[in-house]
Structures are given as C-alpha cells and as structure tokens.
C-alpha cells in the first residue's frame, strides 16, 4: 500500500506520530472498505451513520473497539477521537488497516498502482512489477470521504491502466459532485483518442500533475530513463489543453537541470502557456533520490539566482509559479510568498533550529527522512 507509520525526526523534540498503518484485529476474513466513526462528544451517533461506518463501542488506553455492519474492528496503539471520519482500507490477513483517507488531513493520495514506464533518478518510490487492482476499494473510499475533500491520485504511473482510471473518475465524480482530484502523471500514454474520454469528465475538477524537468530533451530523458519521453509530454500535454484539462507541470530542482531552469521557465512561457501552475520543487531524500544524493541534490539556499531569474520571467509573462519543498529561511525574503507549505503533514518534520522560529507556522519545513545534515548552506537566519 506504500503507507508508512512515521515519526517526526528524533532532532524535533516536538514531533509526533502520525500513524497510516493502524494494528488491527477483525472478525471479518476478506480486505473491506470501512468508516470510522468515534461520535466522542455526540450524544447519539448522526443521522448519516450508514452502512459502511463502523462506530466506537468502547474503548481504553490500549484498544478501541468498532463494530458495524462489516464486523467488529479492534484498532491497537491510537486514540479513537483521532480516528473518527478516516476510511481505512482493513486488511484481517495482515492484521493491519490502512488509513486511506484521514477526515482531518487535506493531504490524502490513493496510491493507484506501483508499476510505471519511466526510472527517474530521483524516484520517491521506485516502480515494482506487482499490480494490485485496488479501484474498487478506492471507488468506496472516496464515495466516504469528507465533503469537499481533494484526493490525490498517485503511483507508479495511473495511466498505465487509464481504461479503469477513467472509469473509476466517471463514476466518483457522477456520484460525489464535491470531490475534487490531483493525479500525478508522467502523461505518456494519452492521445487524441482519449480526447472524448477526457471531455466526458468534468475537468474543471481534475488537476494533472505533470513532471517536465528541462527544456532540452536529451535532459529531461536522462532525469527520466527513457528515450522520447521529453517529445512525447510535449506532444501530449497538447492533448491534454485541447480537452481542456487544467495542468500543474512540476519541475524537480536537481543539479543536473538547475543550470537550465530559465531556459525551461522560457519553454513553459512559449510553449505551454496554458498551464495552471508551474511547480519547482526541492528534491525528496527517499527512494532513489537517497540512493543519489550526491549527484542531484541542489543547495537551492546558496544558488538561489537561477531559481530566481527563472521564477521572475514566469511570473512576469502570467506563469503563476510556485516553490514546493523549500524551507522557508532557505529563501530570500522576496520571494518566501512563493513557497507555500507543501510537504504532507504525515512526512513533514523541522529541525532542532527551527523551534524557535518565527515562521514555523508558515514553513513546510522538511520530510520526515531528509538528511540531519540538511545540506543547506544558508539556513536558520529567516
């Protein structure tokens, strides 16, 4: 499921554990959609109880008891209050549920598959060639889901099965006119076939997530490990604009295309005007991107001048550009309204020096697993 329990860093005295993957204990014996409902403070559970909830029966310091139409659900090691809402995805073989949407959390993404066509040198979560068709049980999830709430659609690559993909956007989208969503896409695979597919959704409500990482080809395919994938986003990004699809291209600063960011801020300007955001973003020390972090990781702190002609032609030809990633007292004053926090609440962690300062309540701050020796040059004089 690529869920994690994580646990802000051990530097941060005031971190604390935010749990995706809950111990469980069911009655039940195939995996289920369910969700929680703790009604702590409600005299008696609401009018919209149905019968995918399973409610609090009692509970102690060590165990909290659900029961519902599903079975009986004991969830081991969490205080059920922090539980009422989220949909968790119970797998009883395992003895584990998966929580995967948590009803106090903007930040919720459906991980649709782990096999993808491309190798990125920086990959968070590198490809695997098992597929599980978890659509149905994602079909429930979302139909769960807090009202007005955006899901992340994530993998891997989800257009590798875009037949199911979009049949499983026609059908939450026909049924839950609030639910918005942000899919991540590498965008190989569509075509001017899927043209009456993509206007048949309502694209006012879908963001699509793209990576371009240089305006020269030859850069963007080694970033990506595959020939012609740079020609072949290009061409499909068009694709994507004449059904009328809003587009966040999202650029990964590393140091091989950090050099050519202005060139690439001028392609976007030019040749994709079109976009709806263009997103630079601090590198992720995870996955491959640990695996190279000597040759990508760029100190953005001490080299801020190529970010920042870049980011300035954007803007000033109408790009609404962003930082994503960047701890604020990395950036210079100037330009901090750019980079808004951005890194999931459950993998977000800050520093020892970050305690005391004056913009933690603004600042992304770091992922959970970035380095202790954090890289950056000029860092903590925000």
């Given amino acids: ?22 111990k469980v204990d069911t009655d039940a014996i195939d995996p289920y959609v369910v969700r929680l409902r703790s009604f702590e403070g409600m005299p008696q559970p609401p009018d ?20 519902g139409a599903t079975g009986n659900l004991r969830v081991f090691g969490v205080d059920p209050s922090e539980l009422d809402g989220d949909i968790v995805f119970v797998v009883p073989s395992r003895k584990t549920a998966h929580r995967l949407i948590r009803a106090s959390s903007p930040h919720n993404t459906l991980l649709i598959t782990e096999r993808c066509d491309q190798l ?10 098992q597929h599980v068709n978890m659509f149905p049980f994602f079909e429930t999830a979302v139909l769960l889901a807090p009202e007005n709430s955006t899901i992340g ?27 918005d969503f942000h899919i991540l896409t590498n965008a190989q695979h569509f075509g001017r076939a899927d043209l009456a597919e993509l206007r048949d959704l309502d694209l006012s409500r879908i963001l699509w997530g793209v990576p371009v990482y240089s305006s020269a080809g030859a850069i963007h395919d080694q970033i990506v490990g595959k020939q012609g994938a740079f020609e ?13 699809a809003r587009i966040e291209l999202r650029t990964v600063l590393m140091k091989p295309n950090a050099p050519g960011l202005l060139d690439l ?19 992720e020390n995870i996955g491959y991107g640990r695996q190279n972090w000597g040759s990508l990781f760029f100190d953005s702190s001490l080299g801020f001048d190529l970010v920042g002609k870049a980011l300035d032609f954007a803007v000033s030809r109408g790009i609404n550009t962003k930082l994503y990633n960047f701890p604020l007292c990395t950036v210079p004053a100037d330009y901090r309204v750019f ?4 890194i999931s609440d459950w993998k977000r962690a800050y520093v020892a020096d970050c305690a005391d ?13 970035h380095p202790k020796a954090h890289g950056y040059g000029r860092f903590g004089v925000a």
Wanted: proline content about 5%; some cysteine.
């Fill in 265 to 283: 801020a001028k392609f976007v300007a030019v040749t994709l005007p079109f976009t709806d955001t263009w997103a630079i973003m601090q590198l």
């Fill in 339 to 342: 980079a808004p926090s951005t």
């Fill in 153 to 179: 659609l994530s993998g891997g690559e989800p257009t590798l099965f875009k037949s199911e993909l979009f049949e499983f956007l026609r059908e939450t989208m026909a049924r839950r006119h609030d639910i």
């Fill in 48 to 67: 919209n109880c149905g019968f995918l909830d399973a409610a609090l029966e009692t509970a102690d310091g060590e165990t909290a008891l659900f029961a």
């Fill in 357 to 369: 300062c004056d913009l933690r309540t603004e600042c992304g701050g770091f992922f959970e697993w």
């Fill in 120 to 129: 990125c040198v920086m990959c968070s979560q590198p490809p695997k060639k």
């Fill in 232 to 244: 072949q986003v290009r061409k499909n990004l068009s694709v994507l604009c004449e059904a009328g």
């Fill in 1 to 22: 499921m690529g869920s994690r329990t994580v646990v802000g860093r051990s530097h941060d005295p005031c971190a604390r554990v935010i749990p995706l993957r809950l």
